[in-house]
């Protein structure tokens, strides 16, 4: 069983910068793709970024690019998501996923495709 744990959350204020972290409990954590999502109250879900096995492709959703930046520590088994310039909309649950692929090396960026999903970080941007 893959457990996947997000810390980095907290409150900051507009424009600052965050940067969260997803530690993985896998034992071939090159295997899985790994993404970030968002989501507040009453709302679906949403991709934020994601990255490949190998770290070569890297999507962002078109309100993050720029801005935040996501990577990933093979050896350290983990995931950051590096978050510049914050919004006040930017604020919410952040989920950290992973994507097991055995034969392929893409980015995952839709919900469906995650197979393991962590229990979230709160971020809030003040303004």
């Known amino acids: 069983q893959v457990q996947l744990v997000e810390s980095g959350g907290g409150l900051v204020q507009a424009g600052g910068s965050l940067r969260l972290s997803c530690a993985a409990s896998?034992?071939?954590?090159?295997?899985?793709?790994m993404g970030w999502f968002r989501q507040t109250p009453g709302t679906e879900r949403e991709f934020v970024a994601a990255i490949s096995r190998s770290g070569g492709s890297t999507p962002a959703a078109d309100s993050v690019k720029g801005r935040f930046t996501i990577s990933r520590d093979n050896a350290e088994n983990t995931v950051y998501l590096q978050m510049n310039s914050l919004k006040p909309k930017d604020s919410g649950v952040y989920y950290c996923?992973?994507?097991?692929?055995?034969?392929?090396?893409?980015?995952?960026?839709?919900?469906?495709?995650?197979?393991?999903w962590g229990r979230g970080t709160q971020v809030t941007v003040s303004s």
């Open positions: 996923a992973a994507d097991l692929q055995r034969l392929y090396n893409v980015a995952s960026v839709t919900t469906t495709e995650y197979d393991y």
């Open positions: 896998v034992r071939t954590f090159s295997s899985y793709a």
